[in-house]
């Protein structure tokens, strides 16, 4: 049974994944398969992954096998399990609590290559559908907090397996990044009765030198302060604290800008290695619905330099966001010609 | 001039080193000379980096050339600047301030190989002395509120230059990790009216499955809710908060337990890149001196997964801190032999 661990410092939990370090080789050998050219995720290997618990597949084709352009499946090895009450305990001084929680994999089609800069738009959208599916299904376990949606992309981000997928975890816990979001957000709201996020949306656009790509209800930019660099957010333009409250002609925007940015992301820095968050507000939050704004981070892995600051808390950007922006925007502005310089632009710290 | 900005939600300052930005072909011109074989750290190129602001060295040897054993130089890419008035200002709805710090780079030793784990112990306590004394130094300029002092070792970890350095920052700002863990250290001891670092080297000594080294003042320890596979902390046994306090003696003890530390890593995990930060009180804290310890952070950075739970602020530590410590302590028990399984019981996440 895996544990969830509190430091008795900052309060923050730690899954302690127990289980799975007992499973070195079987880490081992999924890392073996992949190099060996079969892939768990691919059409026609359903049965080497746990059941699926979604897929939205031809009418006629059966759970399970092929015939199916999304799939949501449980994590092989999951970081969390469904199975056990959630029981806290103390450990002298320590705090902690059985490791309670689903993870799972979404496969997010059927190519083995395509992520969503390359997908078309309405396969997307049957992604974000899944996203939303899911989320609905895994709040009615009234033990959870907080549903994760987050997707790695390339080895160097934390992708284990080639095949574009993304992951959902449920969580008995708020994550602690999350709770500072909500917090910070709270106290603006306390003091100016406006949501930060809105407030940043209107500066971003009157400002008009982070802002990459936008249209009628979404619009992606640089964060002013962000962490790393051609670190970007998606922000949806009103106020709404819960992803999965999107509306339907909401989902065909966010598939259109989560495809435009993700391909200049990718035009601009030779198909990095990133990662992606869905930010959103906890199912039950005292900050209430009016202070927090739902949002997609997405932060490239540019630098080695950020082991340190990661570690620390304490960040050093090497790209201003308008540096970085007004390239992506000029990239934007041309056509469709491949360049990678994006990278020569971005400095580090030794 | 660089420019630290404050994300108005979490209130997270960062630094934007705009300067550094618009010289990406010095770095790239670093880089290759480092691999062309010349280093601006070794004896001898004295003059290729900024006059040095401290040495160690012969008596009859002139600054600024050879004869020193522990030499500190200002960054020749700082992130921050120490010229210039510290200003705040307000972007619209965003806080921003002048880049005003100092950034200095601490040449280890002569040897453009030996780090903490081959060192002599002699030669860790002069580094630990030139720790102290730029310290002292640094907190001078009332503008600094806090003085951070780390060591990145390995490419991977974020080190841009071979020869064996570390690195102190005087930032005008607390960092945020650094003001969580006084805000929790405070709230820890409101109830309690006892340190928490204090309360955990009681529990760790009686629990004894954590600790792999130890001595008369210090302890070392993998933390019970640790975020990354063999994360360690280094502790003074009594309670102290400022590291610039250290005793004479207890500089002899730490440079022990760095190197005995530092060499089981090493060995265990076939020298990882790590990062270690010192974390400290800042000069003027509210939370006074009682609440908070200052102590080492050690990261190996075995895990590429970790992306995603730096950026999202959620940890999943795939080996438990116990199975770590088992491992090393077994490794401190047998015969020097190298050895390098460790990262066979690192599982990990895709």
Redesign the interface.
Known sequence: MP?L??????????????E??R??NQ?VK?EEERKGGFCPFCPGNENTTPPEVLSYRAKDSLPNSEGWWVRVVPNK?P?LQPEGELKRSA????DRMTGIGRHEVLIESPSHENTYADLPEHQIEEILWAFRDRTVELRKDRRMRYI?I?K?WG???????EHPHSQIIA?PVV????Q??LH??SK?YDFRERC??C??IH?ET??NVRTIVENDTFISFL??????PFETWIVPRLHSAFFSDIQKNEVVDLARILKETLSLLKRALNDP?Y?F?IHTTPFESDAGTEAYHWHI?I?P?L??????E????????????E?AAEFLRKLAARSGADVAEGG???????
Chains 1, 2 share one sequence.
């Open positions: 544990e661990r509190k430091d008795p410092v900052t309060g923050r939990w730690v899954i302690i994944a127990t799975r370090a499973r070195p880490y999924i090895f970081a450990h002298g001084i320590y994760m987050f790695n080895h160097e981000a934390g992708a284990s397996i969580l994550p602690k990044r999350v500072e979001e910070g957000a603006y930060v996020y407030d940043m500066q009157a400002d964060p002013f302060a962000g962490r790393f290695p990662n968050v981070e932060m892995k630098t080695k330099v950020a082991g340190f990661w570690g620390s808390g304490f960040y050093i950007n090497p790209t201003p966001p540096t020569q632009i971005v400095a580090a710290l030794g």
